[in-house]
């Protein structure tokens, strides 16, 4: 099993910056998949951008490209995934979520949230213009 416990998030105006936290515990491994993922009021689940937990570059949804960037701390026996986001805008108001799973079996990290069976509790983003 796998705990993921999120913290971060708030109001925040446009233009502003939020920085979310995902620590896990649990049976985790480096060849893990991460991502973080929003939800609106009414809208699906929707993919922000992944990581894998062995290492290399994160890639991200065209709509935050740019202003969103994921990173994951391992040192020390963390295991903390970070969301930073810069130069928000009203639409990003959402229920974040972290989410971790092996990867796909062609080594692909998934992009869709039925491939991931461990979740945060979600935080919540507000963004007024």
């Known amino acids: 099993q796998v705990r993921l416990v999120e913290s971060g998030g708030g109001s925040v105006q446009a233009g502003g910056s939020l920085r979310l936290s995902c620590a896990a515990s649990?049976?985790?491994?480096?060849?893990?998949?991460m991502g973080w993922f929003r939800q609106a009021p009414g809208k699906e689940r929707e993919w922000v951008g992944s990581i894998y937990a062995g290492g290399g570059s994160p890639f991200y949804a065209d709509s935050v490209k740019g202003r969103f960037t994921i990173s994951q701390d391992n040192a020390n026996a963390k295991r903390v995934l970070s969301l930073r986001m810069n130069s928000l805008k009203p639409e990003d108001t959402a229920k974040y979520y972290c989410a971790r799973d092996r990867v796909l079996r062609d080594g692909r990290c998934p992009s869709d949230a039925s491939r991931f069976r461990y979740w945060g509790q979600g935080t919540q983003v507000t963004v007024s213009s």
């Open positions: 649990g049976y985790t491994y480096s060849s893990d998949c």
